[in-house]
């Protein structure tokens, strides 16, 4: 069975552990982030999304990568109407620039995240794949991630490993 701590509100997984449970499913180290979350019940908004913006097959690729993927509920605080307008057709350059601005090149689990936060004095800048920077820190709430617009979504599961990255479940689709 996983070991899982809780630290201010953060579920983490020891890597080398069972797989954690994401939306009902386990999550399993050896497959890779889309095998893995196509079975996530929560994050089925998400994939429907990385489907539409043709990013599967790079989702499947070696990497690593560092996802911060966004709920059903995340999708949800969205104004109504807006996920099913950006999975449109003549939608998909913006809503690749959404998903994409959720990706870290590299494996960047809450240890070197928080490793990052610390040495940048509270805070670190992450590139993501799509140029833009997302910004990490701890707050009383946990892990945060903070996007372009100020919007502050919060690390609801982390360290949830995948052969080629590792996925932070978080609870707001952030915005470049």
Not at 76 to 95: F, I, M, R, W, Y
Not at 109 to 132: A, F, P
């Amino acid at each position: 069975m996983a070991a899982i701590v809780i630290a201010a509100g953060l579920q983490i997984s020891a890597q080398a552990q069972a797989p954690v449970t994401v939306g009902g499913a386990p999550m399993y180290p050896n497959k890779n982030i889309i095998e893995n979350a196509v079975n996530s019940k929560d994050h089925t908004t998400l994939v429907a999304a990385v489907k539409a913006a043709g990013l599967v097959e790079t989702l499947q690729g070696p990497g690593p990568f560092t996802v911060f993927a966004p709920t059903n509920a995340a999708f949800n605080k969205l104004p109504a109407g807006t996920v099913d307008n950006l999975v449109k057709p003549e939608n998909k350059s913006t809503l690749t620039s959404i998903l994409t601005y959720h990706v870290v090149p590299g494996k960047l689990d809450s240890k070197e995240l928080m490793m990052k936060i610390k040495d940048g004095k509270g805070m670190t800048k992450l590139k993501t794949v799509n140029g833009e920077t997302l910004t990490a820190k701890m707050t009383d709430k946990g892990l945060t991630i903070v996007d372009a617009k100020g919007n502050t979504s919060v690390v609801q599961i982390a360290n949830v490993y995948q052969s080629n990255g590792v996925i932070h479940s978080i609870d707001t689709v952030l915005m470049p």
